[in-house]
């Protein structure tokens, strides 16, 4: 137990007495007491005793005198009570005011004691009383405090309103208690305003208790519940009693909780992927739309099956997924499939969790059908296998273009020296047939890289005017000696109605006709090849022209024909081989296409075949001679001109070729050779040459490579020297591409001797 003495320590005592004698008389009677270590504190005004209650210091209680000089009577208590309404005040009164004791009791007051008639053991029996009455209101408050709750008693006949602190702090206002008389109470602008309805109702019910939503001083809202009854005192006034608690934490937490719900419950019922709780028996518990979608089940039937266990497949995947989560107690992104209502199979992932609650034990499932997304894998992994195809395909083809031009270069350039020799005719022959055979098997790579191209998507049309009869005489000019050499008559009719000068891709054109009418030579023997041009329509400032080659040659049987514009299809005779790589009405067929016109033919096996198409031109005007394709300016150099020349390259025989070739055409030319990039680096760095003929394929160093390093970091009279790119790929030539490593020009192995004298002319001269 703690001691009295101990518990009453530092126990504060406000007196308000203005007679000296009789707050001494209080104060002996205190050290007379067991109350020690009192401390006394005295008043002799009521300002004086207010002022010193303001400041928040505390007492344990106040002995106050009715009569002092700034206040009389009975007013006295009132004024202090209005102030202090919680503290605990024992009056002091005279013999004569005893009734006034008593009526300060009902007022308020905790005691009173009469002047003169009163010991220190009534003193300290008062004081005690007063002690432990206030500790237990603190206990009291510090609960309500702890709990949020608050209490008020409302008085209608005389407007007194009373509560608790914690009651003012719920409404925000902590610093000041309102201040609060019947008739304000019912005012809209009162704090304490929600109150009005509350005992409206007790008024008629007797009792009330709700939830409701206040507002504070601070303009936030706090959730509280209210519970009020209305009673009459022992002066039979009508009182009203309430407690209020707030419970905003709590409604906000349902709130919260009801919102969770909501979005749980719109999560499930929206999700794409099955949501479903089942027993470890195969039994659903629940489960959303989307599980219904992927087992293609009804709702009702998945309800009444027993075991959707059999549903999953293979067998042992099922068993592992269950022994699984059984000894994990989660699965993540298990594979398996489901055996749809319709007999699809499924493919899904399954992710899930053991559930356990007081009378049930399963586990909750999100099931993911990624079958679409596995086709999908599937055909992106086609696609890339495709273009990976695609890739090998084109790279194969460049390497094989680039071997196989490398040592043709050689045999070509070779078979060009000899032809220039005074050989006897037998050797000149055999040198012709090396030539022609040659000039075949370039064909077939060219062929190849031209089909290959228009596969790869990088043909690239052009829209220019050109003169149509021009294009056909140089045509038949070319194809007029192979007609003559097997007796056959080559006619050209052009129908009046086609204009002479159109617009639209003169060299794609070109190749479509040279193929057909070469082909219409080939398989001719005897008779003719006749080539028609007419005018279907007229589509607005465009025209649409058919072009058919027909022929008298061998024909094509009908099941044949859609086949001959497949790659590498040739027609096979038992009688007769027929030389080609099958790729030349392949690339016709496409370029026409891809133009957006239509190409076929029509046959009669043993009389002859016709070949047409069809493609749509624009109307041009006459073509002027700057509308005409720029011819190339002829340039010559004499045969006694002294330049000096660097050639890079790695192959002994075109090296040799090379040579050879130019030594013949300019007998003063000075060559130097460099076997690879990186030897022309060192003797360009001490030597000047007019030109330089770059290999771009080599060992060591390429010819990229050494051109990058001879344009950005050689001397700019160095720097600035022209470089012919010498290359066996094709696809270099025609897009340019040595032109990004700062290549002025480029000559294609296997080179025409003319060709090269003509870019080598042009170029020293320039210099």
């Known amino acids: 137990m703690v001691s009295n003495s101990t518990l009453l320590s530092t126990n504060k005592i406000l007196l308000v007495e203005d007679n000296p004698g009789d707050a001494r008389l209080v104060e002996i009677y205190l050290l007379e007491s067991d109350l020690q270590n009192c401390e006394v504190i005295n008043k002799i005004t009521l300002g004086d005793a207010i002022a010193t209650l303001e400041t928040g210091e505390e007492f344990?209680?106040?002995?106050?005198?009715?009569?002092?000089?700034?206040?009389?009577?009975?007013?006295?208590?009132?004024?202090?009570?209005?102030?202090?309404?919680?503290?605990?005040?024992?009056?002091?009164?005279?013999?004569?005011?005893?009734?006034?004791?008593?009526?300060?009791?009902?007022?308020?007051?905790?005691?009173?004691?009469?002047?003169?008639?009163?010991?220190?053991?009534?003193?300290?029996?008062?004081?005690?009383?007063?002690?432990?009455?206030?500790?237990?209101?603190?206990?009291?408050?510090?609960?309500?405090?702890?709990?949020?709750?608050?209490?008020?008693?409302?008085?209608?006949?005389?407007g007194e309103f009373t509560a608790t602190d914690e009651f003012f702090r719920i409404f925000g206002n902590t610093d000041d208690k309102l201040q609060v008389a019947g008739e304000d109470l019912h005012e809209e602008n009162c704090p304490l305003a929600a109150l009005k309805e509350v005992h409206e109702e007790v008024a008629i019910t007797g009792g009330v208790k709700q939830d409701l939503k206040i507002r504070q001083k601070t303009g936030a809202y706090r959730f509280v519940s209210v519970q009020c009854n209305v009673r009459h005192d022992e002066n039979n006034h009508l009182v009203y009693q309430g407690i209020i608690q707030d419970i905003t934490e709590r409604k906000l937490t349902e709130q919260e909780a009801v919102k969770s719900r909501e979005r749980y419950q719109e999560v499930f019922t929206q999700s794409k992927d099955a949501l479903f709780i089942s027993t470890f028996d195969g039994k659903f518990i629940d489960f959303n739309q989307a599980t219904v979608?992927?087992?293609?089940?009804?709702?009702?039937?998945?309800?009444?099956?027993?075991?959707?266990?059999?549903?999953?497949?293979?067998?042992?995947?099922?068993?592992?997924?269950?022994?699984?989560?059984?000894?994990?107690?989660?699965?993540?992104?298990?594979?398996?499939?489901?055996?749809?209502?319709?007999?699809?199979?499924?493919?899904?992932?399954?992710?899930?969790?053991?559930?356990?609650?007081?009378?049930?034990?399963?586990?909750?499932?999100?099931?993911?059908?990624?079958?679409?997304?596995?086709q999908a894998e599937k055909m992106r992994k086609a696609r890339d296998m495709a273009r990976q195809g695609a890739q090998m395909k084109e790279q194969f083809l460049a390497s094989i273009s680039h071997e196989m031009r490398t040592p043709m270069n050689a045999i070509l350039g070779m078979s060009n020296i000899l032809m220039?020799?005074?050989?006897?005719?037998?050797?000149?022959?055999?040198?012709?047939?090396?030539?022609?055979?040659?000039?075949?098997?370039?064909?077939?790579?060219?062929?190849?890289?031209?089909?290959?191209?228009?596969?790869?998507?990088?043909?690239?049309?052009?829209?220019?005017?050109?003169?149509?009869?021009?294009?056909?005489?140089?045509l038949t000019s070319v194809m007029q000696y192979k007609a003559q050499e097997k007796d056959i008559y080559l006619q050209i009719i052009l129908s009046p109605e086609v204009p002479r000068y159109i617009s639209g891709d003169k060299l794609r054109l070109n190749q479509v006709l040279y193929n057909l009418v070469g082909n219409a030579i080939k398989f001719t023997d005897q008779g003719f090849v006749k080539i028609y041009i007419e005018k279907l329509y007229d589509i607005g400032s465009s025209m649409q022209l058919k072009f058919s080659v027909e022929d008298s040659g061998i024909g094509i049987s009908?099941?044949?024909?859609?086949?001959?514009?497949?790659?590498?299809?040739?027609?096979?005779?038992?009688?007769?081989?027929?030389?080609?790589?099958?790729?030349?009405?392949?690339?016709?067929?496409?370029?026409?296409?891809?133009?957006?016109?239509?190409?076929?033919?029509?046959?009669?096996?043993?009389?002859?075949?016709?070949?047409?198409?069809?493609?749509?031109?624009?109307?041009?005007?006459?073509?002027?001679?700057?509308?005409?394709?720029?011819?190339?300016?002829?340039?010559?150099?004499?045969?006694?001109?002294?330049?000096?020349?660097?050639?890079?390259?790695?192959?002994?025989?075109?090296?040799?070729?090379?040579?050879?070739?130019?030594?013949?055409?300019?007998?003063?030319?000075?060559?130097?050779?460099?076997?690879?990039?990186?030897?022309?680096?060192?003797?360009?760095?001490?030597?000047?040459?007019?030109?330089?003929?770059?290999?771009?394929?080599?060992?060591?160093?390429?010819?990229?490579?050494?051109?990058?390093?001879?344009?950005?970091?050689f001397p700019p009279e160095r720097a600035s020297m022209i470089i012919l790119a010498m290359t066996a790929h094709a696809h270099v030539a025609k897009d340019g591409k040595y032109k990004e490593y700062g290549m002025d020009d480029c000559v294609l192995k296997p080179f025409e001797p003319d060709d090269l004298f003509q870019k080598i002319s042009k170029y020293v001269k320039q210099q």
Not at 651 to 673: F, G, P, S, Y
């Open 60 to 158: 344990a209680a106040i002995l106050l005198d009715l009569t002092l000089p700034d206040s009389r009577g009975f007013e006295t208590l009132e004024r202090l009570l209005a102030k202090f309404p919680q503290k605990n005040i024992i009056v002091l009164t005279g013999f004569s005011d005893k009734e006034m004791g008593l009526r300060a009791v009902k007022a308020g007051a905790q005691d009173f004691l009469v002047k003169g008639a009163f010991d220190s053991d009534q003193l300290s029996k008062s004081l005690r009383f007063s002690i432990e009455r206030m500790k237990v209101l603190k206990r009291l408050e510090e609960t309500q405090r702890m709990a949020s709750i608050g209490n008020w008693e409302y008085f209608p006949e005389t």
């Open 293 to 374: 979608d992927v087992f293609g089940y009804t709702r009702e039937e998945l309800e009444e099956m027993r075991d959707t266990h059999k549903l999953y497949y293979p067998q042992e995947r099922k068993n592992e997924f269950l022994l699984k989560l059984k000894a994990q107690k989660a699965v993540k992104d298990f594979g398996i499939s489901i055996a749809h209502k319709s007999g699809e199979a499924r493919e899904c992932m399954m992710t899930a969790n053991i559930t356990v609650t007081d009378d049930f034990i399963g586990y909750s499932c999100i099931l993911r059908d990624v079958t679409e997304l596995r």
């Open 420 to 474: 220039q020799m005074n050989l006897p005719a037998e050797q000149e022959s055999l040198v012709l047939n090396i030539k022609n055979s040659s000039d075949m098997l370039l064909g077939v790579v060219n062929d190849i890289l031209e089909i290959s191209a228009i596969q790869n998507g990088k043909v690239v049309f052009e829209n220019h005017p050109f003169d149509l009869v021009e294009l056909l005489g140089n």
């Open 558 to 713: 009908e099941d044949k024909i859609e086949a001959v514009f497949e790659t590498f299809t040739r027609i096979l005779r038992k009688d007769r081989v027929f030389e080609g790589t099958g790729l030349g009405l392949s690339i016709c067929k496409n370029l026409v296409e891809l133009q957006g016109g239509k190409i076929g033919a029509t046959s009669v096996e043993g009389q002859g075949s016709t070949f047409f198409f069809d493609l749509i031109f624009e109307t041009a005007e006459k073509v002027g001679p700057d509308e005409k394709l720029a011819q190339e300016p002829v340039f010559e150099l004499p045969a006694d001109a002294k330049f000096s020349l660097l050639l890079v390259e790695d192959h002994k025989m075109n090296q040799l070729v090379a040579c050879k070739t130019l030594e013949r055409k300019w007998a003063n030319i000075d060559i130097t050779i460099a076997d690879d990039g990186q030897v022309a680096l060192d003797l360009l760095k001490d030597n000047n040459y007019d030109i330089v003929l770059m290999d771009i394929q080599m060992p060591v160093m390429d010819g990229y490579e050494a051109t990058k390093i001879i344009r950005e970091t």
